[in-house]
Each structure stands twice: as C-alpha cells, then as structure tokens.
C-alpha cells in the first residue's frame, strides 16, 4: 500500500527502518542519513514513536493516550492524526489497512 | 493521575554531513 493516503482510525501504523534514534533531554531525535534530515518528535511525538515500535491501529493508539493524558478524545483524535499524516510524508511511519 | 497533554509536534531539518 502506498503512503499517499490520508489517516484514518481504522489504519494500522508501525515504525518505518532505518533511522537513528536517540533521546535528548526527555525529546525524541531521529537522523535518516539517507535524506540527510534531522527530525525532532518532541516527548509526546517520542511516546508515540515508542507505541508505534509494534503495529498499532491509529484508535488504539488514541485510546491508549487517552489514558495516559489529560485530553478529549476528539482533540487527541484529530492532533494524532495530524501528527502520523506528517510522519507518514516524511516516511517515518509505515501506514496499513487492517487487513492487509 | 494523568499527565498533561501537549499537542505532538514534528521538526524537520535538513542538515549537511563522511
């Protein structure tokens, strides 16, 4: 499947190969020497990396945030999304229907 | 007792490195 599509919370997503991960002061930094970028999650994007290490469906990984942090669903819902479509253009993620 | 959210954000810069 191509990652040209939009997210959605019936995807599964999981972490792409090939970047050099590390944590600096609680943020999580990636280096893709192919590309030659250097990207930055932050902590909350670094949690959501580490969830994503093992494929997840885009709603469980809502519902699992929901537990954790003081948020609606709805804002989680739409902020995560926006967060993994970004990840996806940058080919961090890899993005699958559940049944495939 | 759960933690405070912030909105998860992406930085991506393009750097020059053998």
């Not at chain 1, 930055?40 to 969830?51: D, P």
């Amino acid at each position: 499947m191509s990652n040209k599509q939009a997210i959605s919370l019936k995807l599964i997503v999981s972490q792409s190969a090939g970047n050099l991960v590390s944590d600096m002061d609680g943020e999580k930094v990636m280096l893709n020497i192919d590309k030659g970028k250097y990207y930055n999650l932050g902590q909350l994007g670094g949690v959501i990396w580490e969830l994503v290490e093992q494929p997840m469906a885009v709603q469980e990984l809502v519902s699992t945030l929901c537990s954790l942090y003081q948020v609606e669903q709805s804002e989680c819902e739409n902020q995560v999304i926006e967060f993994l479509e970004k990840l996806m253009q940058e080919g961090l993620i890899q993005v699958k229907n559940f049944s495939s | 007792m759960k933690k405070e959210w912030s909105k998860p954000e992406l930085e991506v810069l393009d750097v020059k490195m053998m």
